[in-house]
């Protein structure tokens, strides 16, 4: 069986149609009425020219009140180039004071888009011309009540300072061999670690460990920075406990104290994202630090060079 609505909506549209009306009403009567006014969008008339400017010439645009405006999109093109960062699209609180201001430069024969969210209650567009007098020139500036995606821009097209861009940052993570997540690691300059060299069972075995005459010596290799994520000393059947320090250079970064009957092997690991970087050039050492012994001692040094 029809049954007839119970609400019928009607939509009414200015002459320029930049404007709607959405009416929605109660067939029945019984219900309130609801109207909704849903500006499409505008060009801004105020803060757009197709006029040529000459040599170092200047174009401001008016303040526009964008309190109600949701996306703003600016087209710029012209035969020859701005002035160092003379595209501007300046933000105010009052329509006349300039807080802030987003600013680009515009090369020879280039067309860009720049979109905006609105900053502050009114906004303009300023563009001031480089050392040529431009032959054709246009700034469409378009505002709309509902956003749109940036500018589109093909995958093979190189990517330049001057694109429209948003900020994302975000922290980069891999599951390593245990199926734990780790943070990715940079270096002491902000460089991300890729393909390293493994340092893995650097064996050094001698006899009198002192505190003058360290056994272990590995030199980091020019153009490299070693980072160590652990050392082992191996286990002994016949050795009484002692203490021993890795070092580098002469800075004491790390200790082990071996168990009194020496059987055990001991491991001194560091967590993944953290382990002790050493510069090209230093001597990693080791040597025992609570006296000398003519007793022999295995070490083992685990790492991975960098390039640098």
């Given at each position: 069986?029809?049954?007839?609505?119970?609400y019928i909506?009607?939509?009414?549209t200015?002459?320029d149609?930049?404007?709607?009306v959405?009416?929605?009403?109660?067939?029945?009567?019984?219900?309130?009425l609801?109207v909704?006014?849903r500006?499409?969008?505008e060009?801004?008339?105020?803060?757009?020219?197709?006029?040529p400017l000459?040599?170092?010439g200047?174009y401001t645009?008016t303040?526009?009140?964008v309190?109600?405006a949701?996306?703003?999109?600016v087209?710029v093109?012209?035969?020859?180039?701005?002035?160092t960062?003379?595209?501007?699209?300046?933000?105010s609180?009052d329509?006349?004071?300039?807080?802030?201001?987003?600013?680009?430069?515009l090369?020879a024969?280039?067309?860009?888009?720049?979109?905006?969210g609105?900053?502050?209650?009114y906004?303009?567009?300023?563009?001031?011309n480089?050392?040529?007098?431009q032959?054709?020139?246009?700034?469409s500036?378009?505002i709309?009540?509902?956003?749109?995606?940036?500018?589109?821009?093909?995958?093979?097209?190189t990517?330049?300072?001057?694109?429209?861009?948003?900020?994302?940052?975000a922290?980069l993570?891999?599951?390593?061999?245990?199926?734990?997540f780790?943070?990715v690691?940079v270096n002491s300059?902000g460089?991300l670690?890729?393909?390293?060299a493994?340092?893995?069972?650097?064996?050094h075995?001698?006899?009198?460990?002192?505190?003058?005459?360290?056994?272990?010596?590995?030199?980091?290799?020019?153009?490299k920075?070693?980072?160590?994520t652990?050392?082992?000393?191996a286990?002994?059947?016949?050795?009484?406990?002692?203490t021993?320090?890795l070092?580098s250079?002469?800075?004491?970064?790390?200790?082990?104290?071996?168990?009194?009957?020496?059987?055990?092997?001991?491991l001194?690991s560091?967590?993944?994202?953290?382990p002790?970087e050493?510069?090209?050039?230093?001597?990693?050492?080791?040597?025992?630090?609570d006296?000398?012994?003519?007793?022999?001692?295995s070490v083992?040094?685990?790492?991975?060079?960098?390039d640098?």
């Amino acid at each position: 069986m029809f049954e007839f609505p119970k609400y019928i909506w009607s939509k009414i549209t200015n002459a320029d149609n930049d404007k709607t009306v959405d009416i929605i009403s109660d067939v029945h009567g019984t219900d309130r009425l609801a109207v909704s006014i849903r500006p499409l969008g505008e060009v801004d008339t105020g803060n757009s020219t197709t006029t040529p400017l000459g040599i170092s010439g200047v174009y401001t645009g008016t303040w526009h009140d964008v309190i109600d405006a949701i996306h703003i999109a600016v087209l710029v093109t012209s035969d020859v180039a701005s002035s160092t960062d003379g595209v501007r699209v300046e933000w105010s609180s009052d329509g006349s004071t300039v807080l802030d201001a987003d600013a680009f430069n515009l090369d020879a024969g280039a067309t860009k888009i720049w979109t905006f969210g609105p900053h502050t209650k009114y906004y303009r567009v300023k563009y001031t011309n480089g050392t040529s007098a431009q032959s054709t020139f246009e700034i469409s500036s378009i505002i709309k009540t509902a956003y749109q995606k940036s500018s589109s821009h093909r995958v093979q097209e190189t990517i330049s300072n001057e694109d429209d861009a948003e900020l994302v940052k975000a922290v980069l993570t891999g599951e390593d061999s245990d199926g734990v997540f780790q943070n990715v690691r940079v270096n002491s300059s902000g460089e991300l670690l890729t393909t390293v060299a493994k340092v893995s069972n650097v064996v050094h075995e001698y006899d009198g460990w002192d505190a003058t005459s360290p056994k272990l010596s590995y030199t980091v290799p020019a153009g490299k920075v070693l980072w160590i994520t652990g050392w082992n000393i191996a286990a002994r059947s016949d050795a009484a406990g002692h203490t021993f320090a890795l070092k580098s250079g002469s800075t004491e970064f790390s200790w082990i104290t071996v168990n009194n009957d020496g059987t055990t092997s001991i491991l001194r690991s560091y967590p993944a994202n953290s382990p002790f970087e050493v510069a090209a050039g230093v001597v990693v050492t080791c040597a025992r630090i609570d006296g000398s012994t003519t007793e022999e001692w295995s070490v083992e040094l685990d790492g991975y060079l960098e390039d640098v």
